[in-house]
């Protein structure tokens, strides 16, 4: 395994010197940064600009326990079962009893949560959930009103600067640790940025399939990076498909989301008859945990030969509908479809990683020093299946535990020598990146998605190593080449961990 991606041939032309770094301007990323010391001086990279990121796409809400007729042992057991038993128990515990401290802390900080008639918080209930327990902002919009509310805070903090349009290469390390790491501006100019505090917030991995709800950034660099320095992974296999991306006759580079709580408003899923097929199939049909939702609509398109199936929410007012759900509903009618009217088409997409970077329950990873959190990480929440918005809870409570033992733990030991490594230079490489990004792609959607055979892996295992043996054996200083790096290294991981679990599991469905 390549150990960075850079080669010999690269020669910074700048360097720079922070306590911590976070790499990610997610909710994780942000809330990490929140709860840093102020003494502690932070920078917080980000690929694009801040409105790109998964956290600002959320749109259902985050689930917490708030509701006087609901308690964390309840939110525990929900939790519990869909992650069909694989999740680390102490880990959801602290997510539970822990998650209600970091909202109310939000509240404190003005994330505009929306409020029902009695100006209470307003709870819904997504798949999963035995208790209204959703608490959501801006009708559909929870992810981004949260963004902008610890983007803005933190921009008035003297400890915080924000360096946007930046990629993040690699991780350094010497003999104690992370030592620091690579970043590469829009100019293609490298820099060389000291800290022994690293925190990847590097969000999901949605570009590694066809068609994703995540935006163009989710090429996991983090997760890939954090491969290369040795750190452990953990449930690779465990991916969710979101059972209803909305869905286009043209690809998409990224598929519009068709919110759980639409369903848990009452929407109905429908095939092209008009006829429902969830009954039956679970006793919470529709609700039911979305790996089951999503292949019984992909065994529906089978049966039926169609491309999609359809949500029926007709029954609600048009005006209930547009402010409930103001991102959907316009999205929708931009595209000619009245949510009010029409059944909406939708089918399964790639939406959400469950395994990731392996960590323990303080954020930390295998290699001293380095830290992830929020989608990037394994904290063990999730285990085989996530439980609808929890994942948002996650970047919470453990992007603060991982800011409070960074910050318990703190000594500004200064890294020593040279930071960057003697490297070979690898020959130049050329190659269509963009055709070999939709390569990968294919290579995984079609023998890696919601049902899997040991035949269709082993192909893609083959042909995916033989990918990674190509681009390790150059080097090209554009970041498509390290976005490609970066999918087709997390590829491999996904495609082995699939293989290595025979049975089926949780969102890990094995046909053979
Ligand atoms: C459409 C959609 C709807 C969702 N709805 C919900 C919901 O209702 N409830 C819920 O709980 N969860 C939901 N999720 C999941 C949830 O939003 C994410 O799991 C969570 O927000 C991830 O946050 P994060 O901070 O880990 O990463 P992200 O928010 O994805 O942020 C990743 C950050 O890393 C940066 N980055 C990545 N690579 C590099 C690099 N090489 N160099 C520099 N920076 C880099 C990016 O620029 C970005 O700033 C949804 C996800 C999607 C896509």
Redesign the pocket.
């Given at each position: 395994m390549l150990r960075y991606a850079i080669d010999g041939s690269v020669k910074p032309e700048r360097h720079s010197n922070y306590d911590v770094v976070i790499?990610?301007?997610?909710?994780?990323?942000?809330y990490c940064a929140l709860n840093l010391s102020p003494s502690l001086q932070c920078c917080v990279?980000?690929?694009?600009?801040?409105d790109?990121?998964?956290?600002?796409?959320?749109?259902?809400?985050?689930?917490v326990v708030t509701a006087p007729d609901d308690d964390p042992e309840l939110h525990f057991k929900d939790t519990i079962v869909a992650g069909a038993g694989l999740c680390d128990e102490a880990a959801v515990h602290t997510l539970v009893d822990e998650g209600p401290r970091d909202i109310a802390a939000l509240i404190r900080m003005n994330v505009p949560f929306d409020l029902n008639e009695y100006g209470e918080l307003d709870r819904t209930r997504?798949g999963g959930h035995h208790k209204n327990r959703?608490l959501?902002a801006g009708g559909?919009a929870?992810?981004r009103e949260t963004?902008k509310t610890l983007a803005y805070i933190a921009s008035q903090r003297d400890n915080i600067i924000f360096r946007?349009n930046?990629?993040?290469?690699d991780i350094l390390t010497d003999e104690n640790g992370v030592s620091g790491l690579i970043?590469k501006d829009d100019d293609g100019v490298y820099e060389t940025v000291a800290t022994r505090h690293l925190v990847l917030?590097?969000?999901?991995i949605?570009q590694v399939f066809e068609s994703?709800?995540?935006?163009a950034?989710?090429?996991?660099?983090?997760l890939a990076?954090a491969i290369r320095a040795g750190a452990e992974l953990r449930g690779m296999e465990f991916i969710q498909f979101?059972p209803t991306g909305l869905w286009s006759p043209d690809r998409e580079s990224?598929a519009?989301?068709i919110?759980?709580?639409v369903r848990g408003e009452g929407g109905l899923l429908k095939n092209a008859q008009g006829e429902r097929f969830m009954v039956g199939k679970h006793e919470l049909a529709e609700l039911a945990p979305r790996d089951i939702v999503a292949r019984g609509i992909y065994n529906e398109m089978k049966r039926t030969g169609e491309s999609h199936v359809y949500i029926d929410i007709t029954h609600e007012p048009e005006e209930e509908l547009a402010h409930r759900f103001p991102t959907i509903y316009n999205e929708c009618l931009r595209r000619g479809i009245n949510i009010a009217k029409d059944f909406i088409p939708v089918c399964p997409v790639h939406?959400?990683?469950m395994g990731g970077i392996k960590t323990d329950l303080y954020a930390r990873t295998a290699v001293k020093g380095l830290y992830a959190?929020?989608?990037?990480?394994s904290t063990g929440v999730h285990g085989a299946n996530?439980l609808?918005?929890?994942?948002?809870?996650?970047?919470l409570v453990f992007?603060r535990r991982a800011a409070e033992d960074i910050n318990a733990a703190f000594s500004p030991a200064a890294t020593s020598g040279e930071l960057l490594p003697a490297l070979t230079a690898r020959p130049a490489l050329e190659t269509d990146f963009k055709a070999l990004r939709a390569r990968i792609q294919h290579i995984m959607s079609a023998n890696c998605f919601v049902i899997r055979t040991k035949e269709g892996l082993e192909t893609a295992l083959r042909e995916m190593r033989q990918i990674v043996d190509m681009l390790s054996a150059g080097f090209n200083s554009d970041k498509a080449y390290?976005?490609d790096l970066?999918l087709a290294i997390i590829s491999v991981a996904i495609i082995e961990s699939s293989l290595a679990r025979r049975e089926s599991i949780g969102a890990h469905y094995r046909e053979s």
């Open positions: 790499v990610g301007a997610g909710i994780a990323g942000l990279f980000a690929k694009e600009t801040i790109i990121s998964n956290s600002w796409l959320a749109q259902g809400g985050i689930a997504e959703i959501h559909d929870t992810g963004v946007d930046t990629f993040f290469v970043v917030c590097t969000g999901g949605g994703s709800t995540n935006p950034v989710a090429t996991g660099d983090g990076a979101h990224r519009f989301l919110s759980e709580s939406h959400y990683m959190c929020g989608e990037t990480a996530r609808a918005s929890n994942s948002m809870l996650e970047c992007g390290d976005e970066s």
